[in-house]
């Protein structure tokens, strides 16, 4: 019989990749989908709309602050796989929202475990958490691995490690199979458009066809490891089939500032930046014709600013062979060309 696997946050990015993945496999898939007045499933109606998975892909509306609606999702799917990637997972906004991030990205992770426990399925269910590397903060190591300290500064980050905590707690507890897979920072053309990449790739495109005459960000200077999500999607997929659980860094050991990823982005429209001023007077010029591209906005600044994060994921690759697939360049190709097709069919 086909195995069947829940997805939280399945019209997210990388639930949209997971759930292509996991139906590849002839895995059964059930979503999570929060109730809303508008509808958000755009990354999964390529698979919701096609008759080859008619039988194989389901939604339901749930959310991860009503533990209720949890155990009786879980009950009546009766999964043997719960891959919970539902967050509030905008860093600067969890400094908006703080309360609400600790309840659906904290509190949501202890919901399904106790609804695993509570239904007596720990022995039938696996469980993967997707964890962050903003847990690790601005942490003195400059290559981040599993032992490395956490030192979360957001509230994002805060309620991301006890879900982290909470999952190897009952790991160890109730024996349930429950992985963390901490990803460092991955994206793709279904990033949601506030992530800085995708505002990036957007903003660049938009000056192309001169819908916008520059782009305003924070801190030009953050480091990030950055990788795609269809990469780190197939990981998850291979945590979650090894035989014990464990927790896992998924990275690409490279980092680039977000000035880099902008300079690339342009380079990709035949554009040349060169950088004058400093701090929050510092913009972006095109070399060519000297037009101001690239601003600085001081209300993208997060209260607290994660530096530097750069992981090492050479125990994924040591037990499972895990390896990202997709360099930076390619990430920022693809893209690229999305965003330009997406406006161009616009204009």
Request: positive net charge; hydrophobic residues 35%; aromatic residues 12%.
């Amino acid at each position: 019989m086909s195995k069947i696997a829940l997805i939280t946050g399945i019209t997210g990015q990388d639930g949209s990749y997971l759930a292509e993945i996991l139906l590849e496999k002839k895995i059964i898939v059930h979503g999570l989908v929060r109730r809303s007045s508008l509808i958000k499933t755009d990354r999964i109606d390529n698979l919701y709309y096609n008759p080859k998975y008619k039988s194989k892909f389901f939604l339901h509306y749930g959310d991860m602050t009503d533990g209720l609606n949890l155990v009786s999702l879980v009950k009546k799917i009766n999964p043997d796989y719960i891959f919970n990637l539902a967050a509030q997972s905008h860093v600067q906004v969890s400094f908006e929202t703080p309360e609400y991030t600790a309840n659906a990205d904290g509190l949501g992770t202890l919901r399904l475990l106790e609804a695993i426990r509570i239904l007596s399925k720990t022995k039938k269910i696996k469980f993967y958490q997707a964890s962050t590397s903003e847990m690790f903060g601005n942490s003195e190591k400059s290559l981040i691995n599993e032992n490395t300290k956490f030192e979360p500064v957001s509230p994002y980050g805060s309620a991301k490690l006890y879900s982290y905590w909470i999952t190897r707690n009952y790991r160890d507890a109730y024996g349930i199979y429950a992985s963390n897979g901490i990803l460092f920072n991955h994206e793709s053309p279904r990033r949601g458009e506030t992530f800085v990449t995708r505002k990036v790739a957007r903003a660049v495109s938009e000056i192309y066809f001169n819908k916008s005459k520059y782009l305003v960000v924070g801190n030009l200077n953050a480091k990030r490891d950055w990788g795609h999500a269809r990469d780190y999607a197939f990981g998850m997929y291979q945590i979650i089939c090894q035989k014990k659980p464990a927790d896992y860094i998924l990275s690409t050991g490279k980092n680039y500032t977000v000035r880099k990823f902008i300079e690339k982005c342009f380079k990709f429209i035949n554009i040349k930046i060169v950088w004058k001023g400093k701090g929050l007077k510092e913009v972006g010029i095109n070399k060519k014709n000297k037009k101001v591209l690239v601003k600085v906005g001081k209300r993208f600044f997060r209260p607290n600013e994660v530096h530097d994060l750069r992981g090492d994921s050479s125990k994924a690759k040591k037990a499972f062979g895990w390896n990202p697939n997709t360099s930076i360049d390619d990430l920022i190709k693809e893209m690229m060309v999305e965003e330009l097709k997406t406006l161009g069919r616009e204009n």
